[in-house]
């Protein structure tokens, strides 16, 4: 059963018989075959071979995102197994934003790393959206998120900057603003604090934000921690206002504990404990 939902899974992301075939290293009939036996299994047909490749029936679209979970459990099953027997070191595989990625994590990663120095890391920044995908699909053991419903682990706070040079505006509602794409958490909380704020630019990175704002283009809303040394040095001004510091709750999102990959686990408690915490530093 494992198998007739892995040449499924393969089939569907493939496109055609012949690629996934490829793929697997099997032949087109006994990937025909293996494909018979589960639709025997599940009662329904779940592709159908045409002259463009295979689509998936009804059926074989209601059976995909299981088969691909099941797969997935298997995989974190046998990467489990093999880490509590020493068979190897064992992986990580954590999903975040840009912020979390470039400045919460890094110091509390070097010492997950000080302490199991054989551990795998695959570290992804995706947005809140597809951090949640990813999870979802199987291709991460933990989120760190803005998403609802995971564990507290830190509130991030949003601060107002500008350029020394930059004239502080009277009406900050009223400033022309540098900020990031609509589908990120930071240009949301921009939206809900000023929502009829002139947007002169909207980036793809807090590198290219900071850029911007620090030659005078315009202010922005942006994490504490990603503007502390650039506060520090006098490339950039704090500009005081009532509704800020915006507070940004991140969570981290799984599967439950006892459904963690030692490795995962073990980064998970460090990061629900004091040392796990961002500290500032300039």
């Known amino acids: ?60 679209g209601a059976l995909l995102p299981h088969a691909r979970a099941a797969l997935a459990a298997v995989e ?40 199991h120095p054989g551990i795998r890391f695959l570290l992804r920044e995706a947005s809140a959206d597809e951090a949640l995908e990813n999870l979802h699909a199987g291709d991460i053991d933990i989120a760190v998120t803005t998403a609802e419903g995971g564990e507290p682990w830190y509130t991030d706070e949003l601060i107002l900057v500008r350029a020394p040079d930059f004239e502080r505006p009277k009406d900050v509602a009223r400033a022309p603003f540098v900020t990031f794409g609509r589908r990120s958490t930071s240009r949301a909380l921009l939206d809900g604090l000023f929502p009829d704020a002139d947007v002169v630019m909207e980036l793809g990175s807090i590198a290219a934000v900071k850029g911007n704002v620090r030659a005078g283009i315009g202010i922005a809303l942006v994490s504490r921690h990603a503007v502390q040394r650039d ?44 040392e796990g915490k961002p500290t500032f530093r300039t």
């Open 1 to 60: 059963m494992f198998d007739e939902l892995r040449y499924f899974v393969a089939i569907v992301e493939a496109g055609t018989y012949r690629r996934a075939a490829q793929r697997l290293h099997l032949t087109q009939p006994a990937l025909s075959a293996a494909v018979t036996r589960l639709e025997g299994t599940v009662g329904a047909r779940i592709l159908d071979r045409g002259r463009r490749g295979a689509s998936v029936t009804a059926a074989g």
């Open 76 to 115: 974190a099953g046998t990467r489990a197994v093999a880490e509590i027997e020493g068979l190897r070191d064992g992986e990580v595989r954590l999903a975040a934003g840009a912020t979390a990625c470039t400045y919460l994590l890094p110091s509390i990663l070097s010492h997950y790393r000080d302490e």
């Open 231 to 274: 506060l520090a040095q006098g490339l950039l001004v704090r500009i005081p206002h009532r509704g800020t510091p915006v507070k940004r709750p991140l969570s981290l999102v799984h599967f439950g504990e006892a459904r963690l990959p030692p490795a995962a686990a073990a980064l998970r408690q460090l990061l629900l404990s004091p």
